[in-house]
């Protein structure tokens, strides 16, 4: 493969952590209609986050002076059936950021393409994170069920600040 392909692929990690960014938004929308605001507030922060990874790696391409194509993110899911759904969807999105950071950082070390590897070593971390967040927050909601007063204590948990 050569290097532009791998810039390629790099490129399109940067339309899915903008598509990431779009779709925490949206989860948050939905959670603000749902009087949700600790977990709302909890969601726009993710969004800033896949944000600031989209900027991490356009900053990282115009260090290694590749070419950046920006390619718009398919529309986000506006609508959820259960707060269950939205912290299954949450998992299941990081999860496939993980796998497509895990392709890059496979496909860097098997091109020899040092720079890219290196680079990608703090995604493979921060996904680590993001998805032990994502499965904690899932089996936080399953406990708490019906239960209105767990599910009011768990969204002023969001709402606070690590």
Not at 51 to 63: F, P, R, T
Not at 82 to 100: M, P
Not at 142 to 157: K, T, V, Y
């Amino acid at each position: 493969m050569a290097l532009e392909q791998l810039y390629k692929i790099v490129n399109e990690q940067i339309t899915h952590e903008l598509g990431a960014e779009m779709q925490y938004l949206a989860i948050s929308f939905w959670l603000e209609r749902e009087n949700l605001q600790g977990m709302a507030a909890w969601f726009k922060q993710q969004a800033i986050e896949e944000h600031d990874h989209a900027m991490k790696i356009v900053g990282l391409m115009n260090e290694w002076d590749a070419p950046i194509a920006l390619i718009s993110p398919p529309n986000p899911t506006l609508e959820f059936e259960s707060l269950k759904s939205v912290f299954e969807a949450a998992l299941a999105h990081e999860q496939r950021v993980t796998e497509q950071i895990n392709s890059i950082f496979k496909t860097a070390r098997e091109e020899s393409a040092w720079h890219i590897e290196v680079a990608f070593q703090w995604f493979v971390t921060e996904q680590v994170e993001e998805e032990v967040n994502a499965r904690d927050n899932l089996a936080k909601i399953i406990m708490i069920g019906d239960n209105p007063a767990a599910l009011l204590e768990f969204d002023r948990h969001l709402a606070t600040p690590a």
